[in-house]
């Protein structure tokens, strides 16, 4: 079965820790995408990858980092920098990168401050 | 600047009524995508459907149906014969073709929709 998978499902996060969300998808797509979504809102672009060893801002990159070591894997990692964290963070990916192309989502990672 | 616009931000229907999810966008590419996306309680978003600038053919699948008119910058999504299983969260999206294009998706606020039996 292709598709793109996010874990856990549920995180926790303490303050002044960092915590990492896993994305890894098994459909061969090129690009990678990271975005929040915040409760009654629509998402918005965190990070994008367009291919291995690249990857760019979105519209709200502060306080979040990541990096493509694979094209399978797009991991985030919440910095301690993040001051407003919780949220419900999704995953996507598409063939490739333009306007266009139809991105798919994973199941999604919901964080929350202890 | 790019914009998608839900002004419904809920909706409440009895099963089997039709409804109507509106969504207005603001682009000054010639060429653009809009989309629909489902987000039923669980929280992924489903992929519903893609519309490119160039087609404004209306677009049936099943009971669910898409009017896309340039001329009012309006791609409104209705469906026919709602049932309990429609309750979720839609939203509308929408992706420019301009040169170093991301193929970032801009999202309305989405419209939450709720079928009662």
């Known amino acids: 079965d292709g598709g793109i998978t996010q874990s856990p499902k549920y995180l926790f996060r303490k303050e002044g820790q960092n915590v990492t969300l896993s994305c890894e998808q098994n459909?061969?797509?090129?690009?990678m995408y990271w975005y929040r979504q915040d409760p009654g809102q629509g998402l918005r672009l965190i990070y994008y990858?367009?291919?291995?060893?690249?990857?760019q801002k979105g519209d709200i990159a502060e306080g979040y980092s990541v990096s493509r070591e694979k094209k399978e894997s797009f991991p985030l990692t919440v910095t301690s920098a993040q001051k407003n964290p919780t949220a419900f963070y999704l995953c996507a990916s598409s063939p490739r990168t333009g306007g266009g192309e139809t991105q798919y989502f994973g199941p999604g990672t919901r964080l929350l401050v202890l | 600047a790019q914009k998608v616009t839900q002004a419904q931000t809920e909706i409440s229907v009895v099963e089997k009524e039709d409804v109507t999810l509106d969504c207005v966008y603001e682009t000054r590419d010639t060429t653009y995508y809009l989309f629909w996306y489902k987000q039923p309680p669980s929280g992924e978003l489903v992929f519903l459907i893609r519309?490119?600038?160039?087609?404004?053919q209306n677009e049936i699948s099943g009971r669910y149906s898409w009017n896309f008119q340039k001329s009012t910058s309006s791609f409104n999504f209705t469906i026919t014969a709602s049932q309990v299983v429609d309750s979720a969260v839609y939203f509308c999206?929408?992706?420019?073709?301009?040169?170093?294009?991301?193929?970032?998706?801009?999202f309305g606020q989405g419209t939450t929709l709720q079928v009662k039996p």
């Open positions: 990858s367009q291919i291995v060893n690249d990857f």
């Open positions: 519309r490119n600038s160039f087609d404004e």
């Open positions: 999206a929408l992706s420019e073709h301009g040169s170093g294009n991301t193929g970032k998706l801009i």
């Open positions: 459909l061969n797509h090129d690009a």
